[in-house]
């Protein structure tokens, strides 16, 4: 099945002299399961191309389907709802709340969502993670890839 297709993606930053077209007529399709990962020189359009299929920014022109669903004809408010429960992102700077503790960074995204996380399934995130024996601990209190695992976004 069809997880995510991507149909003539355009980014284009700025505007007259300044104007950086970023993405220019990108499409593709990723089968549910697959792994893929994006290669290309620095400044070639990356992290703008994940931003878009993230739903954390929005391109020029083109459309993007997650499971089915347009996520660019979606209204920003149930775009933010569609992300917050089915895309997780890895951000390279982790974006972790540095006063909440391991564990209470990993219900933030679940309490935001007006969700009670269950301890269960908190408990099973921080084994997978190998993250037991830090779940009292503050980010700065970790090793750097720790901390990335934290950032997970695990999907419950
Ligand atoms: N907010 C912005 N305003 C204007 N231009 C931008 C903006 N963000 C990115 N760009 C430009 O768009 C192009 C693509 O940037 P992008 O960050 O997607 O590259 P990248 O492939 O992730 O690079 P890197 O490997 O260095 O992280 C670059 O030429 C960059 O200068
Ligand atoms: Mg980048």
Redesign the pocket.
Known sequence: MEILKVQHLSKT??KDE?Q?N?LKDVSFALEQGEFAAVV??????????LNCIGALDTPTAGNIYMDGNDLFSMKEEQRTIFRRRNIGFVFQSFQLVSELTVEQNIMFPILLDYRKPEQSAVNEILEVLGLKERRHHLPSQLSGGQQQRVATDYKT
């Open positions: 930053y700025g300044n950086v970023a290309g020189e620095s400044g070639s359009g990356k992290s703008t191309l």
